[in-house]
């Protein structure tokens, strides 16, 4: 069931709340964390889409705040879904219009759970410095999507210089079947690594942070290079026994090659919003492999500069 309220106020928000909770006996208030969702009309479908699949993993109340015209009148439309129709938690959608579209914060505090964590997330072009966001300062986690940005890496660059514990980018997380992937063929005898390199996309800021992620770890260099994509196509490492090599070029399967072994299959299928979106909730601590390579690639970015 589905109420809606249009032109509405947060206390009659709250009201609607309260006896939709004593209709259904209260199953709102069983959730792990509140997830505010920060979008525009275009994005807000398919955002509340991915929470609505995450909320299956974690038990969310989802607030997806939705900005409309920001020359019309101040108002509010709601639209209020009970638990189970979008999910196991309730989900409000509110369409804010004029300046309350410049100050979310004031809609969205008297409607957050007492002692509930709350998870900031713009799934279009978020903002430079989360943690000073209007938004942002109320949540424990705040989660970007550099890729949304006209200018990927520039974006990415640039919120790296602003980065506070709990900021987090899907760039990264992305990335967690390729670092997994290339951290297990660390696990098998291959010789010293001396360099390697990173084949993607130009502007796909998910291969500079895997190029930085091995820069770091492996303490060596690592060459960016462009592809037609999709996505990140390859990963070589250069070894003492010769190259160990990762190649998708489907976005699928991808092949690992060793020296002096047969090709082995492996699946690599890049990652949906969703998938993305429900690793980063299954942790409200700061990540700090994340921020150790964010800072990296903010220093690579400007040793770049510094030599062109």
Do not use: F
Request: glycine share 8%; with cysteine; charged share 25%.
């Amino acid at each position: 069931m589905t109420l809606y309220l249009p032109r509405t106020t947060t206390s009659q928000i709250t009201e609607a709340l309260t006896a939709e909770r004593h209709s259904v006996g209260g199953g709102a208030m069983n959730i792990v964390l509140t997830l505010v969702i920060v979008t525009d009309e275009a994005d807000h479908y398919d955002a509340v889409r991915a929470a609505t699949e995450v909320g299956r993993e974690h038990p969310s109340r989802i607030l997806a705040l939705i900005r409309r015209d920001p020359e019309a009148e101040p108002a509010i439309d709601a639209e209020i879904r009970r638990p189970g129709t979008s999910g196991p938690g309730e989900a409000l959608l509110l369409r804010l219009y004029g300046p309350l579209g410049e100050h979310p914060d004031s809609v969205v505090t008297p409607l957050l759970v007492p002692d509930t964590p709350v998870v900031a997330w713009w799934p279009g072009q978020g903002p430079v410095e989360p943690a000073a966001d209007p938004v942002g300062r109320l949540a424990n986690r705040r989660i970007t999507d550099a890729l949304r940005a006209p200018d990927p890496l520039g974006d990415l660059v640039t919120r790296i210089q602003h980065y506070q514990p709990g900021d987090t980018d899907l760039t990264w997380t992305r990335l967690t079947p390729w670092r997994s992937l290339l951290a297990s063929t660390m696990d098998q005898p291959c010789g010293w690594v001396t360099g390697a390199t990173v084949v993607g996309e130009p502007y796909y800021p998910s291969t500079d942070l895997l190029a930085a992620w091995l820069s770091e770890q492996l303490d060596v260099d690592v060459q960016r290079e462009e592809s037609d994509g999709p996505g990140i196509t390859s990963a070589t490492l250069t070894t003492d026994c010769g190259d160990i090599s990762i190649n998708r070029r489907d976005g699928r399967v991808a092949v690992l090659s060793w020296p002096n072994q047969p090709d082995q299959t492996v699946a690599l299928s890049r990652r949906r919003a969703s998938e993305a979106l429900a690793e980063e909730l299954r942790r409200l601590d700061a990540d700090e492999i994340y921020e150790s390579t964010a800072k990296h690639v903010g220093r690579l970015a400007n040793r770049t500069e510094a030599n062109a």
